[in-house]
């Protein structure tokens, strides 16, 4: 958890095994050796995101790195990090972009392409619905 607070390099992977283990918890997935593999193979998919954020990242390719087929990766994936793997790639992007609002003096549309969005007004929508503000107001904060 103080990895997650602290905002290390290694948080999303903490973020993943908190999630593994409240899932576990719940009985609500069997931990089993497959499911351990399975977790496994989706913390390299969460690394290569992680690393390759501002890449495309279809799901075919996401799959492929997790040795994984397509339908049980978008499975397993949710079930493990509790979001879709686009879901979790925009709010890797949003993250990124986020940082360097506040640490640079880009300008927006720049960050937004660079992070890996190629629509301004997308970019726009997603930041203000995860952050609560514009990114213009965000970068004055």
Not at 46 to 62: G, K, M, Q, S, W
Not at 72 to 101: D, H, W
Request: hydrophobic share 50%.
């Amino acid at each position: 958890m103080l990895r997650i607070a602290r905002g290390a390099a290694d948080s999303d992977e903490a973020a993943v095994a908190i999630a593994h283990i409240c899932l576990g918890a719940s009985g609500r997935f069997a931990l089993d050796k497959a499911s351990d593999l399975n977790t496994r193979r989706i913390l390299e998919a969460v690394r290569y995101i992680n690393a390759h954020f501002a890449e495309p990242c279809p799901l075919d390719t996401l799959a492929a790195v997790a040795n994984m087929n397509r339908f049980s990766f978008a499975k397993r994936f949710r079930a493990v990090t509790g979001e879709t793997a686009n879901q979790y790639v925009i709010n890797r992007r949003l993250s990124a972009a986020a940082t360097r609002l506040a640490s640079t003096r880009l300008p927006i549309a720049e960050i937004a392409f660079e992070v890996g969005f190629n629509d301004l007004s997308h970019f726009d929508a997603c930041f203000r619905s995860a952050f609560g503000c514009a990114p213009r107001v965000w970068r004055r904060r």
